[in-house]
């Protein structure tokens, strides 16, 4: 496969194939996991990308509809089937444990990220079942008051519990820093869009009082992401910390110290240039004066994250950039090439009209996973942004196949 052109569905189908699975133990239902070490694992965010991939492909290809809409639908319900009292969801589910993270047992750990209401709407595309629909907008409310229970900080975003399985592991905005402590990017743009995406399947469902409600959460959430967020100097979108808060101290000679010096913030910006910056193209919450400084000003840049590959996911220029780390358990993003950033960061530019960036994004993420199939027969789960060559995980499938949606773009490219 030289190429991902041609037959690109029969490709990808092929693909992801090696990552559909039948129901198994503790998991009831059939379930997708990432492929390669992963092998049996059902994650929350990377069954949901490999889902979308597929929604794709099968939106073009009648045949995949049913075995699509059997795993998808299986995701969710083997999500459902071990939900905590609390409303909680696993972030990782074997055959023999269905709560690796224990997610659902303990409110000082993290819990499943949300991308339960973007599945729900891409199964909705594909089979609407209002009973399970509805259904599932039941559990997914449960799982959002939970959220804003656990994790809802006092300037009005949610931060991680901890830096256990947060999705880009080793986020220096969040990583080896103290719990209840990050708001980060990538989680408040994955609720606002997840947000969104559960509002418009309550719709479809005639459930207003559910679509109402996550709808004016989610336009909250955007108005504190710009709030908190937007550095208007820098003309980037930082993660935040959420620690400012009163102090008082009890002193031998003044009585109480700092009393009269209470902070008038309630966050401050953590300053890296990390691929979670560009989130807000994703989502839409950057205004169009904000996209442009965004991608002239630090995306397009090769001295930071444009790289000969694709999109480096932390800019070059950051003194802890180490791509090349073999790093697992976290695994390496303060540089490699993910797939996945650079699909989230293509939408964002296709949203803003930056369609020959998109173009020659696509055609660059195109090339690099096509190279690796040719030399080495699998894809890997990162890449060296200069050379190209793949870093971690090999056999890795999993939000890889989102190629499938980018490749279109490519006409783009003058």
């Known amino acids: 496969m030289s190429s991902l052109g041609g037959a690109p569905s029969t490709v990808l189908q092929g693909y992801l194939k090696m990552i559909f699975r039948e129901p198994s133990g503790r998991l009831r239902h059939p379930y997708v996991d990432p492929g390669g070490v992963y092998g049996k694992n059902l994650w929350d965010w990377d069954s949901f990308w490999s889902i979308k991939a597929a929604v794709g492909i099968a939106a073009q290809d009648s045949s995949w509809r049913n075995q699509v809409v059997r795993h ?7 999500f459902f089937d071990h939900q905590g009292a609390d409303g909680s969801l696993p972030i990782l589910m074997t055959p023999e444990d269905a709560d690796w993270f224990d997610s659902t047992t303990s409110e000082t750990n993290n819990m499943g990220k949300p991308v339960f209401g973007q599945l729900m709407l891409e199964v909705s595309r594909l089979q609407e079942n209002p009973a399970v629909l509805s259904r599932w907008c039941e559990k997914l409310a449960a799982y959002y008051h939970c959220f804003a229970s656990r994790y809802l900080a006092d300037c009005g975003l949610y931060v991680w519990a901890n830096d256990i399985a947060i999705g880009s592991d080793d986020d220096p905005s969040t990583w080896g820093r103290p719990p209840f402590s990050s708001a980060n990017l990538l989680l408040n743009n994955l ?3 997840d947000l969104i995406a559960a509002a418009e399947v309550a719709s479809k469902m005639a459930l207003g009082h ?4 996550w709808t004016a959460e989610a336009e909250r959430l955007a108005g504190r992401i710009q709030h908190c967020c937007w550095d208007s100097r820098d003309g980037f979108f930082y993660s935040v910390d959420v620690q400012s808060r009163p102090r008082t101290r009890p002193h031998r000679h003044f009585g109480t110290l700092n009393e009269n010096l209470i902070p008038s913030w309630s966050c401050l910006p ?3 240039l990390y691929w979670t910056g560009f989130m807000p193209l994703w989502t839409g919450i950057a205004t169009p004066e904000q996209a442009r400084r965004l991608v002239e000003e630090h995306l397009l840049r090769t001295d930071q994250f444009w790289a000969p590959h694709g999109v480096r996911t932390m800019s070059a220029e950051e003194t802890i ?6 790093r697992g358990n976290p695994s390496n993003w303060i540089g490699p090439i993910w797939i ?6 293509w939408e964002g530019l296709r949203r803003y009209g930056f369609l020959r960036e998109a173009g020659e994004l696509a055609q660059r993420t195109r090339k690099l996973l096509a190279d690796d199939h040719t030399e080495n ?4 789960e990162n890449y060296h942004p200069e050379t190209g060559r793949g870093l971690a995980a090999p ?3 999993s939000w890889n196949t989102l190629i499938f949606l980018m490749q279109e773009s490519e006409k783009w490219v003058s």
């Open 72 to 78: 998808a639908t299986g995701v969710l319900e083997n």
């Open 191 to 193: 609720l606002y869009a």
């Open 210 to 213: 559910l679509a109402k409600r």
């Open 270 to 272: 953590l300053k890296i």
């Open 321 to 326: 950039y180490d791509p090349a780390s073999g």
């Open 340 to 345: 996945l950033p650079s699909y989230l960061i």
């Open 377 to 380: 027969g699998c894809w890997h």
């Open 395 to 397: 056999g890795f499938v």
